[in-house]
Each structure stands twice: as structure tokens, then as C-alpha cells.
């Protein structure tokens, strides 16, 4: 096999990170190869993809959400507009408060959570109504697999994606960069994106670990018909199109991996249970991990054992909101050495100056 010599960078997964990093590189004009082993249960493919302001029991507003939305709205608007693929949608989200804590912090709140939750009485038919019923009007959802794939399709129309299974003692080192002599490529950077798969890649030793399963069920539910997604205590129900829903989803640490299980499934069941007022019947159950890394932010860098072999991961629960914004941030870097902002960066968090939540 003759050796492709025409690329600049070698990207090893093709998840929302390695798909916003592979479209920012052809946009400064660089050739990115795409190689990806195609894993039904990434957490990209499983992922709801929901992007909003306010996450959590703690009812907490991101800080730096109106940058990270705009760029990641500015991206998969690209990406529809590029491959005629439909596949972000920005729509306002329901938030139904019902725990005593929400109530607390709802009582108090500050301007901050104020500006992102609004009082509604506009519960739709089928759904029970919480104690305070807010929407959230700065909330989107990207529908993944349709983006992965639109992704993946204009990568091989540009010839720039490859199927295989890419570990990283496959890299060589060579004198202009790296090459994976079995698929006959070589290139000035490699770029892993696998997701948790990378939670065991030698290069980056650093960044503590704590991925979270997570189970998503599709459900068919005939007698609702709601456009927007309705988060409420430990819930979230997003519409997929015509009578089906995806509902999710579950947080498990102990076993990391991608076996849905009766117990999620009930779990998730008592939820829908409680949130719905009408009848559904389960015809999906998922089940994937996500790439949490200590601080649940991303990391992205070159390895401090070789500035040659980069890491973008650690999207945690938000790969929607950060990919677009930290992949920019990876190619600029590349393309031009400019440095990439501390918060995500891989040396900083290796050190451990990050601290948890
Ligand atoms: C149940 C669940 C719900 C979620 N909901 C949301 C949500 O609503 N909003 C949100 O923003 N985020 C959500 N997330 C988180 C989101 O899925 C992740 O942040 C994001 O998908 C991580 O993307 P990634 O590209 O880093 O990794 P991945 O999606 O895991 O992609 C890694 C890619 O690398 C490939 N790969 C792995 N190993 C190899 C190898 N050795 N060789 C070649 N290829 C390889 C895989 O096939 C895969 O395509 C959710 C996650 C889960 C599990």
C-alpha cells in the first residue's frame, strides 16, 4: 500500500470532538484524516444532546454559557448549511421544579438564575405540572447521530475519513511527525478523540478520571405532542419526531460500560412515571459512558512525553456546548501555535492545580 503523505493531522475518533476538530481544521485550510472505529455505544451517539443554561439539582447557571452556545450554535448551523442536514435546534426548554431544594433556590434566587429560568403556567396536555414550572429560553439540542453523520459523509466525500481500530502504542514516531505504518498514513500531528477509551492511553497520564455511565430510553407516547424538551428532577424528555421520545438519563460509576440494565430502566420508568400523564411504552434502551476528567471540564493538549500526539476529551455531560469552542481552540493551536486558553488545558489539569466541583 502506497503511504498517504498528504495529511497534516491524524484524528483517532470520530465523536462530536473529533468531528468539530476535523470541520475546524478544513477551515483553516488544513487536511485532517479521520479515523474511527465506528462503536455503536459511543457516548456521542447515545447522547441526547441537550445544551442549556441550567444543569443540575443545584439549579447552577454556566458562567460562560452565552460563548459556548453562540459558538456552538455558529458551528452546527455550519454544518447544516454545509451538508443540507437538519440537525440543530435552538428551542426553548421546560424546567419543572419540584424538590424541595429547587424550591429553596428557586425562593432565592439571583439575578443570574433569574435571567435564564422564566415563570410559565404554559405546562403542555400530558404532563404533570411541578410545584413552579419555568422555561428556559436559551436552550438547543443537537440531534447527534444525524450531526456525526452528516459529518462523516462529507469527510469521505473529501476523501478525509478511514474506518480502523487506532490504539496509541500503533504511533510512530518519524522525523517530520508520526505515522501509523498499518494504515499506511503519516502526518505532522495525531489528535486522540476516543472519548473514555482514552481514560487508558499512555501519552496522557494525568487527568484523574471519573466517568459516568449513563442509560437513555426511547419511548413511544402516542398522546403527546410537545416540540420542546421538559427537563424535571433527575428527567429530562426530548422529542425525537412523531410519536417517540428520548428520556434520560442515569449517572453510575461503578461499572463503566455499555450494558443497559433492568435497574436504570425501572429507575428511569418511575420518572416517566411521575412526569407523564400518559400512557408509553419503552421500545429503546441505551446505554454508554461519558468522558468526565477531574474538574468536568475538557482537556486538550499536546502530551507532555511528545508535543507531537494532542488529547481532546473530557467533553463530560456538555460535548454539545464545549466540543465547538475547544476544537477551535485545538486547531488554532495547530495551525498557528497559538496556545490554548488554561482552562482546558491538558498540562495544567495533569498537574492536578484543577480542583472538583
Ligand atoms: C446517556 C448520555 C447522555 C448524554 N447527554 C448529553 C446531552 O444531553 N448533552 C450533551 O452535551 N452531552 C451529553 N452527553 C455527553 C456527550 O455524549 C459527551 O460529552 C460527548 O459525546 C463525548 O464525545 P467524544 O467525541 O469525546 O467521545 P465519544 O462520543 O465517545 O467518541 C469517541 C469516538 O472514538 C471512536 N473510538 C474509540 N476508540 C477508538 C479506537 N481505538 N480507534 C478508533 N476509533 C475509536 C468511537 O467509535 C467514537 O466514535 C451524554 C452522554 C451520555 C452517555
Redesign the pocket.
Known amino acids: 500500500m502506497i503511504e498517504r503523505t498528504d495529511i497534516d493531522v491524524i484524528i483517532?475518533?470520530?465523536?462530536?470532538?473529533?468531528?468539530?476538530l476535523a470541520w475546524a481544521l478544513i477551515d483553516r485550510g488544513m487536511r485532517p484524516l479521520v479515523?474511527?472505529?465506528?462503536?455503536e455505544t459511543?457516548?456521542?451517539?447515545?447522547?441526547?444532546?441537550?445544551?442549556?443554561p441550567v444543569t443540575g439539582a443545584k439549579l447552577k447557571p454556566q458562567a460562560d454559557f452565552s460563548f459556548l452556545a453562540g459558538a456552538a450554535g455558529a458551528h452546527y448551523r455550519a454544518v447544516e448549511a454545509a451538508t443540507k442536514v437538519d440537525c440543530y435546534f435552538a428551542r426553548p426548554a421546560w424546567r419543572l421544579l419540584s424538590t424541595e431544594r429547587e424550591l429553596s433556590i428557586w425562593n432565592n434566587a439571583d439575578p443570574g438564575l433569574l435571567a435564564e429560568l422564566k415563570l410559565t403556567d404554559d405546562v403542555p396536555a400530558g404532563i404533570a405540572p411541578g410545584l413552579v414550572n419555568t422555561l428556559m429560553p436559551n436552550a438547543a439540542?443537537?440531534d447527534?447521530q444525524r450531526y456525526?453523520e452528516a459529518v462523516h459523509t462529507a469527510l469521505c466525500d473529501k476523501g478525509l475519513m478511514l474506518g480502523?481500530?487506532?490504539?496509541p502504542e500503533d504511533v510512530t514516531r518519524v522525523d517530520a511527525g508520526i505515522a501509523l505504518p498499518d494504515l499506511s498514513v503519516r502526518a505532522r500531528h495525531i489528535v486522540f478523540?476516543?472519548?473514555?477509551?482514552?481514560a487508558r492511553n499512555n501519552y496522557f497520564a494525568g487527568p484523574s478520571w471519573r466517568p459516568?455511565?449513563?442509560?437513555?430510553l426511547t419511548i413511544r407516547c402516542p398522546d403527546l405532542d410537545i416540540a420542546n424538551t421538559v427537563h424535571a428532577p433527575g428527567l429530562?424528555l426530548?422529542p425525537l419526531g412523531g410519536t417517540l421520545y428520548l428520556a434520560?438519563?442515569?449517572y453510575e460509576w461503578d461499572t463503566l460500560d455499555d450494558r443497559p440494565t433492568a435497574e436504570a430502566r425501572e429507575a428511569l420508568c418511575e420518572k416517566l412515571d411521575r412526569l407523564l400523564t400518559v400512557d408509553y411504552t419503552v421500545v429503546d434502551h441505551?446505554?454508554?459512558?461519558?468522558?468526565?476528567v477531574q474538574g468536568r471540564k475538557p482537556v486538550c493538549g499536546p502530551s507532555p512525553k511528545d508535543s507531537r500526539i494532542w488529547l481532546?476529551?473530557?467533553?463530560?455531560?456538555?460535548?454539545?456546548?464545549?466540543?465547538p469552542t475547544v476544537a477551535t481552540q485545538v486547531a488554532g493551536a495547530l495551525c498557528k501555535d497559538i496556545p490554548v486558553d488554561d482552562e482546558y488545558r491538558f498540562d495544567l489539569r495533569a498537574s492536578g492545580e484543577w480542583q472538583d466541583d
Open positions: 483517532v475518533g470520530q465523536g462530536i470532538a473529533g468531528s468539530s479515523i474511527d472505529d465506528r462503536r459511543s457516548a456521542s451517539s447515545v447522547a441526547a444532546g441537550l445544551i442549556t439540542r443537537l447527534t456525526l480502523g481500530h487506532v490504539e478523540c476516543r472519548g473514555y477509551a482514552d459516568a455511565k449513563g442509560q437513555v429530562w426530548t434520560g438519563a442515569s441505551r446505554a454508554a459512558v461519558r468522558p468526565i481532546f476529551n473530557g467533553l463530560s455531560s456538555k460535548g454539545a456546548l464545549y466540543a
